[in-house]
C-alpha cells in the first residue's frame, strides 16, 4: 500500500471510512496571472472584487493562507510549476522571457505533463505559456514551433506565447500559429494603466478581450472529450495581468473598476470550468487547483484607482518584489473525494505542487527531477496540521534578490525591493545591516528590520541559502 493511500485510510478513520480513495483523479490547474492574495473574498473580507466561485471552491476545499509562488514574476513561477524546480537554477536568474524567447526548458526535463502522461493521463494545455518557444535564438513563428509544450509532456495546447501585453499577439495550437501575425498593432501606454499593452505584430484576426474566454471554451471542451480517460489540464490565464480587457458582459459589474470587472472574468472562466466538471460527473475525484502565478502589480494609485481595493491585501509590496506580496499567493484545492474542507496555515510553494501529484498516484520521484518539490498531502488530509511539510522556502525577486524563509524568520539576502518597488536596492551606509530579517509571526507587515539583533539566525539561514544553491536541490535526495 502507498505512501498515500496509507494516510488517507489513517486521516478517514476517525470518520468511520476505511475506504481508500478513488484511483487516479483527474487534475485541473487554474492558473491566474497576478491575482493578488487580497483579490478573491475569501481571503480578504475587504474585497471590492467578488469571487464567489472562488469563494465556493475554497469553502469545499483546503484553503492555503501561506503560499508563495516560486518567483515574484511570471516566467520564472511557471518554470518552476512546471518542473518542481527553482528558475534561479537555469539561465534565467532574473527578468522574464518575452514573446519571441527561445525555450526554456531544458529538453528531457520531467514536466508535470510529461509525469501525468506516463501515468495514463490525457494532458492539456490552454492559456499564456510564457516559456519560450523554439530553438536558440529569436523564434520563428513561421516555422514549427519546436521545442514546445508537445515537448514537454502536452497532448495538446493552444494559448498565447507570452503575457497578452508582449508582441507578438497571435494564437498557437500545438507547434504552429492559427495565423501569422502579419500586422502591426500600436503600443497603448496612455492611463489607466489597465488597458496597456506593447506595440509590435499582431495576427490580423486577434481581439485581447477573446483571449479569456477562447482558453476558458477550449479548457472546458478538452475535459468533456476526455470521459474514459484521468486528464489533466493546465490552464494558465491571461487574466487579470494587463491589458484589463473584460468582455463587454463583465464591464460595469465591479465597484473596483476595470481590474474588478477583470477579476470577475476571471472567477467566471474558473465557474464555467467547475461546471463543466460537475456536468460530466467528474467533479468530486477532480483535484482542482486555483491560485497565482505572483502577487499583483498594485501601487497606492491603483488603491485609490479602485476604490480602497487593496489586491494584495495588507502584506508589503507588490509583484515582482521579494517582499510577502511579491510572491505569496492564494492556493485552493478542491477534491471532496479525498479531502475535507478546511484551512492551512502552513507554509507551502507552488513547486511543491509536483511532488503532491507524484505522492498521490504513488510515483517515485527521480533524483534528477523536482529537485525544489515537497509533498504537502499531509496538510491536505489534516488541514489542521502544524508540523511542517517543507525544510524552507525560497523566494527570488524580479531583479534576483534572494530571500529565506524558515519558520516565522524570513532572511532578505540584500536590501530594497529587488522589483517594483522604489527604492529597488539599497547600498547601506557603513555599520547599516546588509540585509533584512523579519519575524513574521511577529511582524507579518516586515515593519521591523531585526538583522542586526539575531547575528545566529542570519548565519544559519544565510548557510542553509548556500547549501541549497551549492547541490542543486533543496528536497532531500
Known amino acids: 500500500m502507498d505512501w498515500t493511500r496509507r494516510h488517507w485510510i489513517a486521516a478517514s478513520f476517525g470518520a468511520g471510512n476505511l475506504q481508500p480513495p478513488p484511483e487516479k483523479p483527474n487534475v485541473v490547474l487554474i492558473l491566474a496571472d497576478d491575482f493578488g492574495w487580497g483579490d478573491a473574498g475569501c481571503y480578504n473580507p475587504d474585497a471590492r472584487t467578488r469571487t464567489p466561485a472562488i469563494d465556493k471552491l475554497a469553502a469545499g476545499g483546503v484553503r492555503f493562507t501561506d503560499a508563495h509562488s516560486a518567483s515574484s514574476v511570471c516566467t520564472p513561477s511557471r518554470y518552476g510549476i512546471l518542473t518542481g524546480r527553482y528558475c534561479w537554477r537555469t539561465r534565467l536568474t532574473s527578468g522574464v522571457l518575452n ?224 517582499q510577502e506580496a511579491g510572491h505569496r499567493v492564494p492556493f485552493i484545492v478542491h477534491c471532496p473525494a479525498r479531502f475535507k474542507p478546511g484551512v492551512s496555515r502552513l507554509t507551502i510553494c507552488l513547486t511543491d505542487i509536483f511532488a503532491t501529484l507524484a505522492g498521490t498516484l504513488g510515483v517515485a520521484l527521480a533524483s534528477n527531477s523536482a529537485e525544489d518539490s515537497y509533498s504537502i498531502l499531509p496538510a491536505l488530509l489534516d488541514p489542521r496540521r502544524a508540523a511542517p511539510v517543507r525544510e524552507a522556502i525560497v523566494h527570488h525577486s524580479a531583479q534576483g534578490l534572494f530571500a529565506i524563509r524558515q519558520g516565522d524568520w524570513k532572511l532578505i539576502l540584500g536590501r530594497g525591493s529587488g522589483g517594483f518597488t522604489q527604492p529597488a536596492a539599497i547600498k547601506p551606509a557603513p555599520g547599516e545591516p546588509e540585509g533584512e530579517l523579519y519575524n513574521l509571526a511577529k511582524d507579518p507587515h516586515e515593519d521591523d528590520n531585526v538583522y542586526r539583533q539575531n547575528p545566529e539566525t542570519v548565519k544559519r539561514l544565510t548557510g542553509l541559502l548556500a547549501h541549497y544553491r551549492r547541490q542543486g536541490h533543496s528536497r532531500p535526495m
Open 99 to 322: 514573446g519571441e524567447s527561445p525555450s526554456l526548458i531544458e529538453p528531457g526535463r520531467e514536466t508535470l505533463a510529461s509525469l501525468l502522461k506516463k501515468q495514463g493521463y490525457r494532458t492539456g494545455g490552454f492559456g499564456k505559456w510564457h516559456l519560450g518557444l523554439g530553438p536558440a535564438g529569436k523564434t520563428d513563428y513561421s516555422a514549427e514551433l519546436r521545442p514546445g509544450p508537445n515537448d514537454f509532456g502536452f497532448d495538446e495546447y493552444f494559448g498565447i506565447p507570452a503575457s497578452l501585453d508582449m508582441p507578438p499577439y497571435l494564437f498557437f495550437e500545438n507547434r504552429g500559429v492559427l495565423e501569422a501575425p502579419t500586422s502591426q498593432i500600436a503600443g497603448n501606454g496612455a492611463p489607466p494603466r489597465g488597458p496597456f499593452w506593447r506595440g509590435g505584430a499582431i495576427a490580423p484576426g486577434f481581439r485581447m478581450e477573446d483571449v479569456l474566454p477562447k482558453i476558458t471554451e477550449r479548457a472546458c471542451r478538452f475535459m468533456a472529450h476526455s470521459a474514459g480517460q484521468p486528464f489533466f489540464a493546465y490552464v494558465p490565464l491571461n487574466a487579470p495581468h494587463t491589458p484589463w480587457v473584460p468582455s463587454q458582459e463583465w464591464k460595469g459589474k465591479s465597484s473596483a473598476g476595470l481590474y474588478g470587472d477583470f477579476i470577475g472574468q476571471v472567477d467566471g472562466s474558473v465557474r464555467a470550468i467547475t461546471e463543466q466538471l460537475r456536468k460530466q460527473g467528474a467533479l468530486e475525484n477532480t483535484l482542482l487547483i486555483v491560485t497565482s502565478d505572483n502577487g499583483a502589480p498594485w501601487s497606492a494609485q491603483d488603491v485609490e484607482a479602485a476604490g480602497g481595493h487593496r489586491a494584495n491585501a495588507s502584506w508589503r509590496g507588490q509583484k515582482a518584489d521579494i
